[in-house]
Structure formats: structure tokens, C-alpha cells
């Protein structure tokens, strides 16, 4: 099966079940029902069933078409690079859902009154290991083989650049710490929303959490990936999934480029290091490319397949000399 058409039917079954399953036992739910509860288990707001149906649906209804906004926007590179964090966020957000959205109507069934509807504290670690537990086996199953490189994406080790031919290297790098990190911020990120949207926020468990997870989420998305792109007149830097923040560097600013072994230790440690004149961007130990400017400075990224770039970009620089 298709892994597009898995995921659209994914998608198109929690749906149905966060609006129909509500109104399947709708006989035995109070009006309104309990939606929030506090650290006590005791419920400290209430909704509609409608209204309850509706916002869960609202919330998958986000949830998918940020990933389907993250996907096509990379126009499939995204994909290539995070296809397992992809399929984890897909289905462990949806059990996150359902299992949220079960321990609610359970804690409101055959109760006579919203405020008599008690959560227990179980209900919350089941519904949270199951949305790990499943992310994390969709992601592994759904992390597909390596792709092949891409014709023209690598220049050969012994470059020789043709005449009205335009060459391209493209290299990336992940650090899976910051990835671990970024989906669990995603994680709690949303089920907090979800909280704070379907009642007061008070007294909530993950809603103080909601500062410090989008701060983690935005810092993990600047560091759990770089891509560097060599071609025409310029080195491109792009950081995290989307390549923003960019940095370009012109080649008329290259001196030149050369591969080469460094780890955090020799840095400085991990992340944005250095002096000026004389800096590193460590997402890995490892195989660097390193650019030495025409000013005498020089910038270490560490990248994989570095040798090739510095290939590609040497060539650039002897065409510019030598047209």
C-alpha cells in the first residue's frame, strides 16, 4: 500500500472517531460534559458534547495540514530527511487524540452531573505512553530505505566542469538529539493547547509546560539539521528543516575549500563556535567542510560528504580565474 494513501486513511479515521464516538454514547454522557481536569483528577471546566466533538476534530484538522504544509513545502526533500520524525508526529499525535478523547468519555459516562465525572491519573499516562509507544514504532516503520543520490546533487571526487553545464552539490547533516527533543516539545506542545482550547487551563498538568516546550520546539528546529548548497556564485547555509535561517556566503568571498576531521572538543563544544576569523558550526564531530576566506578568516561546517563540496567549490573558484 501507499504510503500516501496510509496516511490519508489515517488521517480520515481518527477524524470520524473523534466525531462520531462521542455522540455513539451520548445516551449515557451528562450536558455538558467534563473536558478539563486538574492535578486532583477533580474536572474544573465543561463543554458541549458538540462542542467537544468539534474541537477535537479542529485539532487533528491543524495537526494534519502542518504535516501536509511540511511535506509539500520541501517539495519532498523534507521528506527524504524526516520521513521517520514524519510518520512518528502522523500517528502518535492521532493515538495522543483517541486515547484523550476515550479517557474523557469514559470519565463522563453514567455520571450524573459534569462535576461527578473524576479523571484518573492512569487515564493520562496510558493516553501519553500510547502516543510515544506508537510514534516511535510508526517512525522506525515508516523511515523507508536511503534514497539514492539524485543525478547532478554530488559532483565526482576529480571535477571537471563542462562548458554551459551548471553543477550542484547539496549536503546535509542531522543531529538526532535535537530531533528526539523537537518532536517531544511538538508533543506536549499541542496536547497543552489542546487543554488550554477545551477549558480554563487551570491547574493543568502540561499547560505550565507551554512556555519551555515552544522554546525547546524553536531551538530544536535551528539545530537538529543544516544543509549546505553549492552552485552558480554562492554557498548556501539553511538551518533546521525548513533552510531558515539562511546564510549565503558569495564564492567571490571564497579563497578556497578543503575536507576535514573535527569534533566539539576541538571547537569549543556543540552548536555556533568560534572567534572571529575563525568559526565552526558543530552539529556532529566529524567530517567538516571548511572555507577559508579571502579576508583570512575561515568557517567550519560539519556536513556530510564535505570532500565533494570542497571539490565542487574549488572548481567554481579555478572557473571564475580561468573562464
Same mark, same amino acid.
Given at each position: 500500500m501507499k504510503p500516501r494513501v496510509i496516511a490519508v486513511g489515517w488521517g480520515l479515521l481518527v477524524g470520524a472517531v473523534l466525531l462520531l464516538s462521542p455522540f455513539a454514547v451520548r445516551d449515557?454522557? %451528562?450536558? %455538558?460534559? /467534563?473536558? $478539563? +481536569? #486538574?492535578?486532583?483528577?477533580?474536572?474544573?471546566?465543561?463543554?458541549?458534547? &458538540?462542542? $467537544?466533538a468539534l474541537t477535537s476534530v479542529l485539532i487533528w484538522a491543524v495537526t494534519g495540514g502542518i504535516l501536509v504544509a511540511v511535506a509539500a513545502y520541501g517539495r519532498g526533500r523534507i521528506m527524504r530527511m524526516y520521513r521517520a520524525c514524519w510518520w512518528?508526529? @502522523?500517528?502518535?499525535m492521532g493515538v495522543l487524540l483517541l486515547g484523550t478523547n476515550a479517557s474523557t468519555l469514559a470519565a463522563n459516562l453514567d455520571v450524573p452531573d459534569w462535576r461527578s465525572a473524576l479523571l484518573p491519573g492512569w487515564h493520562i499516562a496510558a493516553a501519553l505512553g500510547s502516543a510515544v509507544v506508537a510514534g516511535a514504532v510508526c517512525g522506525y516503520l515508516g523511515r523507508g530505505e536511503p534514497d539514492e543520490p539524485s543525478p547532478g546533487s554530488q559532483?565526482?571526487?576529480? !571535477?571537471?566542469?563542462?562548458?554551459?553545464?551548471?553543477t550542484v552539490w547539496i549536503g546535509h547533516v542531522t543531529n538526532p538529539w535535537p530531533v528526539v527533543a523537537g518532536v517531544g516539545s511538538l508533543a506536549v506542545t499541542i496536547a497543552a493547547v489542546m @487543554? &488550554?482550547?477545551?477549558?480554563? #487551563?487551570s491547574g493543568g498538568v502540561l499547560t505550565p509546560l507551554l512556555p519551555?516546550?515552544?522554546?525547546? !520546539?524553536?531551538?530544536? !528546529?535551528? &539545530?537538529?539539521? @543544516?544543509?549546505?548548497?553549492? #552552485?552558480?556564485?554562492?554557498?548556501v547555509i539553511g538551518?533546521?528543516?525548513?533552510?531558515?535561517?539562511?546564510? &549565503?556566503?558569495? !564564492?567571490?568571498?571564497?579563497?578556497? /575549500? +578543503?575536507?576535514?576531521?573535527?569534533?566539539?572538543?576541538?571547537?569549543?563544544? +556543540?552548536?555556533?563556535?568560534?572567534?572571529?576569523?575563525?568559526a565552526t558550526i558543530m552539529l556532529r564531530g566529524g567530517e567538516c567542510l571548511v572555507l577559508?576566506?579571502?579576508?583570512?578568516g575561515r568557517l567550519a561546517i560539519s556536513v556530510d560528504d564535505a570532500e565533494h563540496g570542497a571539490s565542487l567549490i574549488n572548481a567554481l573558484i579555478a572557473e571564475r580565474v580561468n573562464p
Open positions: 449515557r454522557l %451528562p450536558e %455538558p460534559i /467534563a473536558t $478539563h +481536569w #486538574g492535578v486532583s483528577g477533580l474536572p474544573d471546566s465543561a463543554a458541549s458534547l &458538540t462542542g $467537544h512518528g508526529v @502522523l500517528f502518535g559532483a565526482p571526487p576529480r !571535477l571537471r566542469l563542462e562548458p554551459g553545464r551548471r @487543554l &488550554t482550547v477545551t477549558g480554563p #487551563g519551555v516546550s515552544v522554546i525547546v !520546539l524553536v531551538v530544536s !528546529l535551528a &539545530t537538529m539539521s @543544516l544543509t549546505v548548497r553549492v #552552485g552558480g556564485e554562492r554557498v538551518f533546521g528543516p525548513l533552510g531558515w535561517p539562511r546564510r &549565503t556566503i558569495p !564564492l567571490s568571498k571564497i579563497d578556497s /575549500a +578543503w575536507s576535514e576531521p573535527l569534533h566539539p572538543g576541538q571547537v569549543g563544544g +556543540w552548536g555556533f563556535r568560534g572567534v572571529p576569523g575563525s577559508r576566506h579571502r579576508s583570512g
